[in-house]
């Protein structure tokens, strides 16, 4: 069993940064594929990151390819999203989730945190 707690999301103006957090319990973190999805008002979840059990492997969605960066830290149980020159279609419920998997796919993700709000507006 593993939980996920997700923190750092808040209000940014457009071209800002936020570094989110998203702490695990259990001793079996580093085993784990960890992924970064997102959810904006009345849309479908979408996926926006991912990173292998040691970090040495990540993928990312188109839309947010060369402005977030995903990263963990195994000593720390924790797995990061740097996002960086945040645009208004940013804005959304961020949530990370763990699993045995490489995959974009949200349902093949057996933990899931309880989301993070980041809102990008002026």
């Known amino acids: 069993q593993v939980q996920l707690v997700e923190s750092g999301g808040g209000l940014v103006q457009p071209g800002g940064s936020l570094r989110l957090s998203c702490a695990a319990s259990?001793?079996?973190?580093?085993?784990?594929?960890m992924g970064w999805f997102r959810q904006a008002p009345g849309k479908e979840r979408e996926f926006v990151a991912w990173?292998?059990?040691?970090?040495?492997?990540?993928k990312y969605a188109d839309s947010v390819k060369g402005r977030f960066t995903i990263s963990r830290d195994n000593a720390k149980n924790t797995v990061y999203l740097q996002m960086n020159n945040l645009k208004p279609e940013d804005t959304a419920i961020y949530s990370c989730?763990?699993?045995?998997?490489?995959?974009?796919?949200?349902?093949?993700?057996?933990?899931w945190g309880q989301g993070t709000q980041v809102t990008v507006s002026s």
């Open positions: 989730a763990a699993g045995s998997e490489f995959t974009r796919i949200a349902n093949r993700y057996d933990y």
């Open positions: 259990g001793r079996t973190f580093s085993s784990y594929t």
């Open positions: 990173i292998n059990w040691n970090g040495l492997i990540t």
